[in-house]
């Protein structure tokens, strides 16, 4: 059994400060350096299956979040033109894992109408439930991508997972929580090891480096015990963890295409590298 793993880059924001996006650690002083925030989802290609691992924002609603980013440039593209650059096309996408219901995570699930979904339990409750339309807790989803796995689960399209599970062949899905109620994380093994893809578990490598939390979290102890677990999964031998927004995955994996990195294929950590300061934005 073969699998490929691929990172796509559909959109970069720049202009947010590491205070905005980190929690505030009186110990560390005030961070002030403007960072770059890439945006990814994943393709996972093997001998029997297409699978995606998110499907970015829709255009055409926008990102959540208010005025979260009036200040911040984006640069932006769809998710289709970005799997035609490997050679897929929406068809031949037959299953779906959402990590968690942020939209800049769940936006495009209506480009996929044959494709099974698989999504926490934990998750799908949380976003459907009573508390979902909080403004506390919803200012990162939109109503609308909540609404179509919404109406998909009515249907009998959703898979929901309760614990660690083998979705298809050689890709299992844990749900960890933390970040939201069900983030899950997806492992995929490769011919050469394991690839973890935390999604926003971590969403950049500072998290795990230095312990420093993202600002929005459902569950700060289970946000910090899944640093953990992704810091112990790191550790393994053959064993690559990525983020769910640092730029520097752009640069630790080998380029197939413009904004399309090979998972498989890891090289060095770039020379520069400090963190995610790597790619801090102007």
């Known amino acids: 059994m073969t699998i490929e793993v691929y990172a796509l880059r559909y959109a970069s924001m720049r202009g947010r400060r590491a205070s905005e996006i980190f929690l505030r650690n009186p110990s ?64 031949d996408v037959d299953h779906v894992i959402v990590s968690h219901m942020h939209s800049d995570h769940a936006g495009n699930l209506d480009l996929f109408p044959g494709a099974k979904v698989s999504i926490a339990r934990a998750e799908f409750d ?21 609404q179509v796995i919404a109406d998909r689960e009515r249907a009998g399209g959703v898979h929901l997972v309760d614990e660690a599970e083998e979705i298809v062949p050689g890709v299992v899905v844990s749900p960890v ?12 093994a490769i011919p050469t090891g394991t690839v973890v893809l935390a999604s926003d578990a971590a969403h950049y490598h500072e998290e795990l480096e230095h312990d420093r939390p993202f600002y929005i979290y459902s569950d700060m102890l289970a946000m910090l015990g899944t640093y953990d677990l992704l810091r ?19 640069d630790r ?15 060095m950590w770039p020379a520069t590298r400090q963190g995610s300061q790597a790619q801090a934005g102007a």
């Open 28 to 91: 560390r002083g005030v961070d002030e350096r403007l960072m770059t925030m890439d945006c990814y989802f994943w393709l996972i290609r093997g001998d029997s299956h297409v699978v995606l691992v998110d499907c970015g924002w829709n255009r055409d609603r926008g990102l959540g979040g208010g005025d979260r980013f009036r200040h911040v440039a984006i640069e932006q593209q769809g998710p289709v033109d970005l799997l035609t650059r490997l050679g897929v096309s929406p068809g």
């Open 126 to 146: 949380c976003w459907t439930g009573q508390y979902g339309k909080r403004p506390a807790i919803a200012h990162a989803t939109s109503p609308e991508d909540i």
């Open 177 to 188: 929580g933390g970040h939201t109620p069900g983030q899950m994380i997806v492992e995929v």
């Open 232 to 250: 112990a999964k790191a550790a393994q031998p053959n064993t690559w963890v990525v983020t769910g927004h640092d730029p520097v995955e752009m």
């Open 253 to 267: 994996f080998e380029r197939v295409n413009v904004d399309c990195v090979d998972l498989s294929k890891p090289i």
